[in-house]
T-cell receptor, first 112, second 113 residues
Framework: GENVEQHPSTLSVQEGDSAVIKCTYS??????FPWYKQELGKRPQLIID?????GEKKDQRIAVTLNKTAKHFSLHITETQPEDSAVYFC???????????FGRGTQLTVWP | EPEVTQTPSHQVTQMGQEVILRCVPI?????FYWYRQILGQKVEFLVS????????KSEIFDDQFSVERPDGSNFTLKIRSTKLEDSAMYFC???????????FGPGTRLLVL
C-alpha cells in the first residue's frame, strides 16, 4: 500500500520567515494530496490540497507544490505568524479507495 | 458552518470492556471514515463506510472492531474487548460524494487501563 514520509518532524522559525515541510509518497496511483493543520486539542483542519493534474497551488501565504515524477510534495508558508504554530500533516489518497495515508506530522513553532 | 461532531471527548475504560465511540457526520455527506492516532505516531486509517456497508478496512480493523450507522445521523465505532494498545485518539471523518475533501471531527481520546 501507500507510504507517506514527512520531514522534518519539528520546525522552528522566526516570525516573518518562511517554513517548508516536505512529503514523499510511494504509490504513483495517488492523485490527491491534502494538508491538514492541527492545533493543540483541536481537530485536523484542511488548509490546502492539490491534485495530480497540477504542479502548484497557492492560497495567500500558503502554497503546495507537487512533483509527480519524484513523488514528492511540499507545503510552503511565507511570512509566518505565531498563530501558524501547530502540527501539520500531509496525506495522500488513491482514487476509488478514498482513504487518506498520513505522514507523521511536523510540529511548527513560530517565535515572535 | 456544519462540522463533524464526536462523543465522548474522552473515555477511560478497563481492559476487556466494550466501548462505543459516536460520530455525527455532516448531514449531506455520504462517505464516513474512522482513523486513529496513537500518541506520537501518525494518523492511521481504520475503516471507510458507504451506502450502509464497509467499503474498505485496514489490517488494524480486526474482529474486535465494528461500525454501524444505526440511524440517519449517527456513525459508531465499537471495540468489543479493549486492549491496552487500543489507547489512542479516534477521529471520525466524512466527505461528500462529489468531493475528495474529508472533514474531521474533534476526536475521542480513549484510554484503556
Amino acid at each position: 500500500g501507500e507510504n507517506v514520509e514527512q520531514h522534518p518532524s519539528t520546525l522552528s522559525v522566526q516570525e516573518g520567515d518562511s517554513a517548508v515541510i516536505k512529503c514523499t509518497y510511494s504509490d504513483s496511483a495517488s492523485n490527491y494530496f491534502p494538508w491538514y493543520k492541527q492545533e493543540l486539542g483541536k481537530r485536523p483542519q484542511l488548509i490546502i490540497d492539490i491534485r495530480s493534474n497540477v504542479g502548484e497551488k497557492k492560497d495567500q501565504r500558503i502554497a503546495v507544490t507537487l512533483n509527480k515524477t519524484a513523488k514528492h510534495f511540499s507545503l510552503h508558508i511565507t511570512e509566518t505568524q505565531p498563530e501558524d504554530s501547530a502540527v501539520y500533516f500531509c496525506a495522500a489518497s488513491i482514487p476509488a479507495l478514498g482513504r487518506l495515508y498520513f505522514g507523521r506530522g511536523t510540529q511548527l513553532t513560530v517565535w515572535p | 458552518e456544519p462540522e463533524v461532531t464526536q462523543t465522548p471527548s474522552h473515555q477511560v475504560t478497563q481492559m476487556g470492556q466494550e466501548v462505543i465511540l459516536r460520530c455525527v457526520p455532516i448531514s449531506n455527506h455520504l462517505y464516513f471514515y474512522w482513523y486513529r492516532q496513537i500518541l506520537g505516531q501518525k494518523v492511521e486509517f481504520l475503516v471507510s463506510f458507504y451506502n450502509n456497508e464497509i467499503s474498505e478496512k485496514s489490517e488494524i480493523f480486526d474482529d474486535q472492531f465494528s461500525v454501524e450507522r444505526p440511524d440517519g445521523s449517527n456513525f459508531t465505532l465499537k471495540i468489543r474487548s479493549t486492549k491496552l494498545e487500543d489507547s489512542a485518539m479516534y477521529f471520525c471523518a466524512s466527505r461528500k460524494d462529489s468531493q475528495e475533501t474529508q472533514y474531521f471531527g474533534p476526536g475521542t481520546r480513549l484510554l484503556v487501563l
